[in-house]
């Protein structure tokens, strides 16, 4: 039997939901890019940090992050070639306790300095932490 995968710490929740294409497409089916996949690709292509800093970030081996990040190459270069969307959900991870969701607005927000746990979009008093909002998910 397989071991359980162990969940990868995320540093902020992605800004989108994932891209579609412009033009011709292919329609029958979206490529899945996990959470883990389009953090690997930021921490490395768009944060310029090395694969040691990056698995560091993450929480997981470099040869684990090297592997994450081939597969989330894989998975954009096919989106592109194939013409096909790509949405951004779902995988094994965690985010830093910092961060929270707000079901009133659905607003995400992190709590870096702030000792009372308030939405700054709505001030509503019941939020929960992003980890719990997508484990409500699963």
């Known amino acids: 039997m397989p071991r ?9 929740p992605p800004t989108v939901k994932g891209f579609n294409v412009v033009g011709p497409r292919n ?7 996990p959470f883990e996949e389009y953090e690997t690709i930021k921490l490395l292509d768009y944060d310029n940090l090395t694969q ?10 470099r040869p684990t992050l090297t592997r994450i990040y081939q597969e989330a190459r894989n998975k954009v270069a096919r989106a592109f070639v194939e013409g096909k969307d790509i949405a951004i959900k779902g995988g094994h991870f965690d985010f830093d306790d910092n961060w ?7 607003a ?3 709590l870096f300095e702030s000792s ?4 700054p979009t709505c001030a509503s008093k019941d939020i929960i932490t992003l980890n719990e909002y997508y484990t409500q998910l699963k």
């Open 4 to 12: 359980r995968k162990k969940n990868r710490r995320l540093l902020a």
């Open 27 to 33: 329609r029958s089916e979206q490529i899945i890019l």
């Open 52 to 61: 040691e800093e990056a698995s560091q970030c993450m929480g997981v081996s």
């Open 100 to 106: 929270y969701y707000c079901p009133s607005c659905q």
């Open 108 to 110: 995400r927000f992190n």
């Open 116 to 119: 009372e746990k308030v939405c």
